[in-house]
């Protein structure tokens, strides 16, 4: 269960921007290109499609974050991490470690509780809101293990 916190309601805020789930069934990214000629007997008319505009959301500034953390040296793995614990809420954990290791990222549980917590604190340094997330008794050890080793 998840605690409500300032920064886990932008994670899910910046989830639920980027993550594709508020585009579903919109009709667009499904549109033939054959049905466009045909509606307008050729060519759309220019200013159809307008430029992207910056309105640095909540989620914009989240996903900045994590792109940082991303292009660290060793960020890669808790940026995979973040994005799949979020992007992915309604999933187990086993098959979210499975999409991981769909795209590369091979991590345990216990890794994947580690990756995550690490994340967690960059997303909340970047954005200075408070981390004040509690570590579970299984998760000390390692967490312990992970500070120390390398």
């Given at each position: 269960?998840?605690r409500?916190?300032?920064?886990?309601?932008?994670?899910?805020?910046?989830?639920?921007?980027?993550?594709?789930r508020?585009?579903?069934?919109?009709?667009?990214?499904?549109?033939?290109?054959?049905?466009?000629?045909m509606?307008?007997?050729?060519?759309?008319?220019?200013?159809?499609?307008?430029?992207?505009?910056?309105?640095?959301?909540?989620?914009?500034?989240v996903e900045?974050?994590?792109?940082?953390?991303?292009?660290?040296?060793?960020?890669?793995?808790?940026?995979?991490v973040?994005?799949?614990?979020?992007?992915?809420?309604?999933?187990e954990?086993?098959?979210?470690?499975?999409i991981?290791?769909?795209?590369?990222?091979?991590?345990?549980?216990?890794?994947?509780?580690?990756?995550?917590?690490?994340?967690k604190v960059?997303?909340?340094?970047?954005l200075?809101?408070?981390?004040?997330?509690?570590?579970?008794?299984?998760?000390?050890?390692?967490?312990?293990e992970?500070?120390?080793?390398?």
């Amino acid at each position: 269960m998840r605690r409500i916190t300032a920064l886990e309601s932008r994670l899910v805020d910046w989830a639920n921007e980027y993550s594709g789930r508020s585009y579903d069934d919109i009709g667009w990214p499904g549109i033939s290109p054959m049905a466009v000629i045909m509606k307008y007997h050729g060519r759309p008319p220019q200013g159809l499609n307008p430029r992207r505009i910056e309105t640095n959301s909540a989620g914009d500034e989240v996903e900045r974050a994590v792109r940082a953390l991303q292009a660290q040296e060793k960020g890669w793995v808790p940026a995979c991490v973040i994005r799949c614990e979020y992007f992915h809420a309604n999933v187990e954990k086993h098959s979210k470690l499975s999409i991981l290791r769909g795209i590369g990222v091979h991590v345990r549980e216990v890794g994947y509780s580690q990756n995550l917590r690490i994340a967690k604190v960059h997303v909340a340094a970047w954005l200075r809101v408070p981390f004040n997330e509690p570590v579970s008794e299984e998760d000390r050890l390692g967490l312990a293990e992970l500070m120390l080793g390398d």
